[in-house]
């Protein structure tokens, strides 16, 4: 069965670096999305990407995010310089329609970042 | 203002019972919600999409209520296997995000 990629699984960083996470979306899919997961608390949309642009971002996803699909198979996130409170675990997604139109949204297995 | 909320929880309950989550939406525009199950740590993963009054799978239905805004997800004959945090999600007007409620944790023990 297909299924979204990430790497790595966990990445420890200082604060102040920058970090990019790596996620290879299910083959055919068109959308793209990050989402964040802060220990113990929901699950937040960060972006969406559709057609090489972002087609939605949230109110987290600021100046010191970026996403790229820098090839035909990965999906990155950005991140310039990394705050405490960035740490979280950070899952892509990936559907190949609009969610809501019978299109599932797949997540990948997430990667746990910890900022120092 | 909340989205989507759910169930506070936890739950605890013994195998073989009968439990029920529910889960207010404030975005009347809505056409299609979804439960997910999400394990300690891991992602979340699909259990049910709810598209028009309601959704019957196995042991899970899922019914929803437009007139009072709620979604409800009920698990017949628990399972150990059926614990972990059921989350009730809402795509966005625009369809390009999840948004997603807190969540409700199962506890099923024997």
């Known amino acids: 069965e297909p299924e979204v990629t990430q790497t790595p699984s966990h990445q420890v960083t200082q604060m102040g670096q920058e970090v990019i996470l790596r996620c290879v979306p299910i083959?055919?899919?068109?959308?793209f999305y990050w989402y964040r997961q802060i220990l113990g608390q929901k699950v937040e949309f960060l972006v969406s990407?559709?057609?090489?642009?972002?087609?939605?971002k949230s109110e987290i996803f600021d100046d010191q995010f970026s996403v790229e699909r820098p090839d035909g198979s990965n999906f990155t996130l950005k991140i310039r310089s990394t705050k405490l409170e960035d740490s979280a675990m950070y899952f892509c997604?990936?559907?190949?329609?609009?969610?809501?139109?019978?299109?599932?949204?797949?997540f990948g297995p997430g990667t746990r970042l910890t900022v120092l | 203002r909340k989205e989507v909320e759910q169930d506070p929880g936890p739950f605890n309950v013994p195998e073989g019972a009968t439990v029920a989550f529910n889960c207010t939406y404030s975005?009347?525009?809505?056409?299609?919600f979804f439960w997910y199950r999400q394990d300690c740590r891991k992602e979340p993963k699909l259990l049910m999409s709810?598209?028009?009054s309601g959704n019957e799978d196995g042991r899970f239905t899922a019914q929803l209520n437009r007139a009072s805004q709620y979604i409800s997800l009920l698990i017949r004959d628990s399972k150990l296997s059926d614990s972990a945090t059921y989350l009730c999600?809402?795509?966005?007007?625009?369809?390009?995000?999840?948004?997603f409620g807190k969540g409700t944790t199962l506890s099923v023990s024997s």
């Open positions: 975005n009347s525009a809505s056409q299609s």
């Open positions: 999600v809402s795509p966005n007007q625009a369809g390009t995000a999840l948004i």
């Open positions: 997604a990936s559907s190949s329609g609009l969610a809501g139109w019978y299109n599932e949204q797949f």
């Open positions: 083959s055919n899919h068109l959308y």
């Open positions: 709810v598209y028009s």
């Open positions: 990407f559709y057609n090489n642009e972002i087609s939605e």
